[in-house]
């Protein structure tokens, strides 16, 4: 392991040297990444986060430009989320959160034009502008089914510095699935990890959300010392990315479902493998009507919009690994696939494989450096609604020759004070929209991290 460490530490060290570096996961909540001290001994939780990301991406060549596509032309763009999070416990089962957030800002292109968004704190919907907003308040309780008890680091949603080992725990209000399911510890905030949206979760997990990502619904875990099983049923928007909840909950809502083994694969370095599968009911179209309308002339162009009804079916499962192979370098990986007939994030299928690595080495032991490979395609029948000319809720260049969405990210993530983080980004996108008329097309980013 050691050799392996060694290794690591020189092809990383390597890649930061060519400029192929970016961000970092920065410290997962501990007293020394937050510029206040929380004392464990509060019985209430108030912490504050500033994230501003500033990307852009130089000229690159595209065949031809649509309404939904990537601009080929330079473009530079910045977002700033700004997130307050309250928690309080009111008996010693159950605790009571509240997270009020400021998104401002929009991605490059108002994060159009692909499937691997290069900046995942970019609201996909411009016009929500930067108003304050509740995003999450949820009540927490939980059933201890053990005497035995644990160390739990507290932080923003966790309240709590000892767990039962043994416990059942409901969730019931407004929150992310995001922040419970498909969660990955090398890659799932893009404050301090990887800035891609599909590093950061599963791309072919559609997941119940509005546009900025929330839902009301309930969450239950069972949770054991060597692996959980979580099931959550979520709300769902009366269109896909819409703004707006469809409350008519006999043909709109959500089921997730998730089990968690943690195998001891290397003494003392236990990792992790989750399994997800989900079933989404929605008011949603399908690409091949969509199609059908437009070869028959009834419609100018394929309009998916045009053929949704309420009540369709969309599923599809994902995979979920990590592994720490040393007590620096940890590894991850992703798979995901979905039902392609009805409407989505013109996404079917999806990849991930990366890791990520402490600067322990060059006495940085707070810094972090990373990279990823990323893969996203879609099924023919998208394919196919894409070429003819339709617009998707991402994509639409006009037309198509398919390849499959392949990006390479790397950052490297520098403590500069105690809750204070800095990190440079790097992403190569090959056929960005999948398609091969277009691209590559290189995006650099910087980020400022405040954890307060």
């Known amino acids: 392991m050691q050799r392996l460490d060694r290794a690591a530490a020189a092809l990383l060290g390597l890649l930061a040297a060519n400029g192929v570096n970016a961000a970092d996961d920065s410290a997962r909540g501990s007293q020394q990444a937050r510029w206040f001290v929380h004392p464990e001994q509060n019985s209430w939780w108030l912490s504050g986060q500033v994230n501003v990301i500033a990307q852009m991406h130089p000229t690159f060549p ?61 609201i996909r919907s411009p016009e929500l502008g930067a108003k304050p907003y509740i995003a999450r308040f949820f009540l927490r309780h939980v059933f201890p089914l053990s005497s035995e008890s644990m160390a739990q680091e507290r932080g923003p949603l ?42 950061i979760s599963n791309a072919a997990w559609q997941y119940a959300g509005d546009a900025r990502g929330y839902t009301y619904g309930m969450l239950l875990q069972y949770l054991d010392r060597s692996f959980a099983i979580r099931f959550a049923e979520a709300m769902v928007p009366g269109v896909p990315n819409g703004t707006h909840f469809d409350w008519h909950v006999k043909d709109a809502h959500s089921e997730n479902i998730e089990y968690e083994v943690r195998p001891q694969l290397l003494a003392g370095r236990p990792g992790a493998v989750r399994i997800l599968a989900f079933v989404n009911h929605a008011n949603s179209g399908d690409y091949a009507q969509a199609v059908d309308s437009f070869l028959q002339g009834r419609t100018p162009q394929p309009l998916i919009a045009a053929t949704r009804r309420p009540g369709r079916v969309k599923y599809g499962v994902g995979a979920n690994v990590e592994q720490p192979l040393t007590d620096n370098l940890r590894v991850f990986a992703r798979l995901g696939w979905n039902d392609a007939r009805f409407e989505s994030y013109e996404v079917n299928q999806s990849t991930a494989v990366g890791g990520d690595y402490l600067g322990t080495r060059w006495r940085r032991s707070q810094d972090k450096i990373g990279l990823v490979l990323l893969s996203s395609g879609i099924a023919r029948n998208v394919q196919s609604y894409l070429r003819y000319g339709g617009d998707g809720i991402l994509l639409g260049d006009g037309s198509l020759r398919y390849g499959r969405e392949a990006i390479i990210e790397s950052y490297y993530n520098a403590q500069l004070a105690p809750g204070v983080f800095a990190a440079a980004d790097v992403q190569r996108i090959q056929n960005p929209g999948y398609n091969r008329e277009r691209g590559p097309v290189w995006v650099f980013g910087l980020r400022l991290h405040l954890e307060l």
């Open 62 to 122: 595209a065949a031809y430009t649509g309404d939904n596509s990537l601009r080929p032309r330079s473009e530079v763009a910045s977002t700033r989320v700004i997130s307050i999070f309250a928690g309080v416990a009111m008996t010693p089962s159950t605790q009571v959160w509240a997270v009020a957030e400021s998104a401002g800002g929009t991605g490059l292109s108002h994060s159009l034009g692909l499937i691997g968004a290069t900046n995942a704190d970019a």
């Open 158 to 199: 966790s309240l709590h510095a000892r767990e039962p080992v043994r416990r059942l725990e409901i969730l019931i209000g407004k929150f992310a699935l995001p922040d419970f399911l498909d969660v990955n510890s090398v890659g799932s905030d893009d404050h301090v990890q990887f800035m891609n949206l599909t590093a």
